[in-house]
């Protein structure tokens, strides 16, 4: 499956954003979808995953209570909505795709998007 990521940009802090990750491909398979960030100089973190029928979700402690992982199965997406944006937030961010449903580690994932960057002023 490929995946392509979208949705990025310059925002201030308290500011929200919705990141959009549309697959294609082999979408017919069921894909669990995940979020992860890499901020400058630092590795790559978990930030949230979602179920192929999207009945469970899980988040990091860091933006748990602020974004909210959403898929439409129908459209072949799934979205990553950002609220209260925080300058710690700042990070390029990944969605990816794995077959072994919701995992936080990112060697479980199969397949990747380019990335989309996400700058929070302060």
């Known amino acids: 499956v490929q995946l392509q990521a979208s949705g990025g940009g310059l925002v201030q802090a308290g500011d929200s954003l919705r990141l959009s990750c549309a697959a294609s491909?082999?979408?017919?398979?069921?894909?669990?979808m995940g979020w992860f960030r890499q901020a400058p100089g630092k590795e790559r973190e978990f930030v949230a995953a979602?179920?192929?029928?999207?009945?469970?979700?899980y988040y990091s402690d860091s933006v748990k209570s602020r974004f909210t992982i959403s898929r439409d199965n129908a459209k072949n997406t799934v979205y990553l909505q950002m609220n209260s944006l925080k300058p710690e937030d700042t990070a390029v961010y990944y969605c990816?795709?794995?077959?072994?449903?919701?995992?936080?580690?990112?060697?479980?994932?199969?397949?990747w998007g380019q990335g989309t960057l996400v700058t929070v002023s302060s």
């Open positions: 990816a795709a794995g077959s072994l449903g919701i995992r936080t580690a990112p060697e479980y994932y199969d397949s």
């Open positions: 491909g082999r979408t017919s398979r069921t894909y669990a």
């Open positions: 979602i179920s192929w029928s999207g009945g469970s979700t």
